[in-house]
């Protein structure tokens, strides 16, 4: 299985969870990482290049810090500009049909934080709608998500202990993931 992995990190120099994340699948030969602030510094996506990876890679992985409940917001405009009528939906749009899409989060906020009524009112399962409602509209299958929770507060040993477990979890098979 081909895994594409799209970090979006508005500022990854600072990044402690994120790298922690990616240091642990860098070496990995059928994972390819990519960090979109790093590759469009300008935030002009070529749309093209972006679509024919796409169509090479089975299982696309987001991985991004949750701001502000979201995604950052090059990986927003990535979606805007990348999934197009007639490409990603809509009449003949079906190149993403069965590819497998992945969210990868860091928090902030704990566990016990994102549950419905908690602190942040709603599950992490929830706040991803919007983007999962995206994938499904492009006929393409959304797996659930790995988060790392108190991403800022946790200690190096239990990230580097979430990173064994995000690893696992990219390469878990779609019927152990969903079953
Ligand atoms: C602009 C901004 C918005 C954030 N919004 C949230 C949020 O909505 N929920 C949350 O749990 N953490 C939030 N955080 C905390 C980040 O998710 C956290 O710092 C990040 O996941 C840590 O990963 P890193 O070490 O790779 O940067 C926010 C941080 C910033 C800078």
Known sequence: MKIMVI???????????NHILTTEISQESNIWIRDLY????TWIIDVEKEQRLLLEYDRIVFQ?????YSCPPLLKKWFDDV???????????????????????TTGGTENQYRSGGYNWF???E??????????????????????????????????KEAVRYKKHIYESREILIR
């Open 64 to 68: 991004f810090p949750f701001y502000w």
């Open 123 to 125: 599950s992490i399962s």
């Open 83 to 105: 999934f197009t009528f007639g490409w990603a939906f809509g009449p003949s749009g079906e190149n993403l049909k069965g590819k497998e899409f992945l969210i990868a989060t």
């Open 127 to 160: 706040l991803l709608k919007p983007i999962q409602t995206t994938i499904m509209r492009c006929n393409g299958t959304f797996l659930p998500a790995f988060v790392t929770y108190n991403a800022n507060k946790g200690s190096t040993e239990y990230l580097q």
């Open 7 to 17: 970090l979006a990190h508005p500022n990854r120099r600072d990044s402690r969870a």
């Open 38 to 41: 790093q590759e469009y510094p």
